[in-house]
């Protein structure tokens, strides 16, 4: 039950921290046959966090993508310059449980995953809850359009 516009690719991007969960998701999205679009890093050289982290959420903020994965050490990096766009939820999950809220109570387009802090595995978990979560609106809605500035 894909929640999000299939028609538009993923984007994707890291640092070095969190290029081999990258690699890992990228192989999950195409075992699933979903499009993708990767904004790099392309190896473990040290890099810039928001060096990816600003195209990734300018493909979310423009509608270019269906939504974002952002990925470096402990996910705060990415998630602080992702949430300077406008339009742009980015929510840092670590577990299932928060991937599931982060849709369902703060209609986040980008998920933020810590990769020193997650197990194999899991950020695909996680990044398959996000997908397939939908957004419950209600009283999150008037919450949720509390956010912009």
């Known amino acids: 039950m894909y929640v999000f ?3 538009k690719p993923i984007a994707i991007g890291c640092d070095h921290a969190g ?10 999205l195409e075992g699933e046959e979903m499009a993708y679009e990767d904004f790099g890093t392309y190896n473990k050289d040290s890099v810039d966090y928001p060096d990816f982290a600003h195209p990734v959420a300018a493909a979310v903020e423009t509608g270019r993508a269906a939504f974002g994965i952002l990925l ?3 996910a705060n990096g990415v998630a602080i310059t992702a949430n300077k766009h ?13 991937a599931e809220l982060a849709r369902k109570h703060n209609d986040a387009n980008v998920i ?3 990769a020193r802090f997650v197990r194999d595995g899991d950020a695909e978990k996680m990044l398959d ?21």
């Open 19 to 28: 290029f081999d969960c990258k690699e890992d998701l990228i192989s999950f």
């Open 112 to 114: 933020c995953i810590p």
């Open 86 to 98: 406008a339009g742009i939820r980015a929510a840092i999950c670590w577990g299932e449980e928060l």
């Open 129 to 149: 809850i996000f997908m397939n979560t939908e957004f419950e609106g209600g009283r999150h809605k008037n919450r949720v359009n509390k956010i912009p500035c």
């Open 5 to 7: 516009d299939k028609t």
């Open 72 to 74: 470096c050490g402990s």
